[in-house]
């Protein structure tokens, strides 16, 4: 059994910067791929980052060039650097754990966070 808690986030000015953090429970690397979503208020959930299977990662074009995903294998967690952030970043983020292809799916992943809000004031 995974268990994923995020931490991190919080209110922060347009073009500031905020390091989301996510520390799992159980043995995820090497068996599962780690991602981040978010959900703003009556929108779907959307991808915003992930891990492929080797140290691949990829990124949604919304936050390309401003957000980094990485790992600590010896914290058993993920991260996501936020720079340049924009109102329109303003959503609860998740991570959550896949064992699956398909990264930027949400139906593919198993396992999520609470998530985390971050909100972004103009």
């Known amino acids: 059994q995974v268990q994923l808690v995020e931490s991190g986030g919080g209110l922060v000015q347009a073009g500031g910067s905020l390091r989301l953090s996510c520390a799992a429970s159980?043995?995820?690397?090497?068996?599962?791929?780690m991602g981040w979503f978010r959900q703003a208020p009556g929108k779907e959930r959307e991808f915003v980052a992930a891990?492929?299977?080797?140290?691949?990662?990829y990124y949604a074009d919304s936050v390309k060039g401003r957000f980094t995903i990485s790992r600590d294998t010896a914290r058993n967690a993920v991260y996501l650097q936020m720079n340049s952030l924009k109102p329109e970043d303003t959503a609860v983020y998740y991570c959550?754990?896949?064992?699956?292809?398909?990264?930027?799916?949400?139906?593919?992943?198993?396992?999520w966070g609470q998530g985390t809000q971050v909100t972004v004031s103009s």
């Open positions: 959550a754990a896949r064992n699956r292809a398909d990264y930027s799916s949400p139906r593919t992943y198993d396992y």
């Open positions: 159980g043995r995820i690397f090497g068996n599962y791929a």
């Open positions: 891990f492929g299977w080797s140290t691949s990662t």
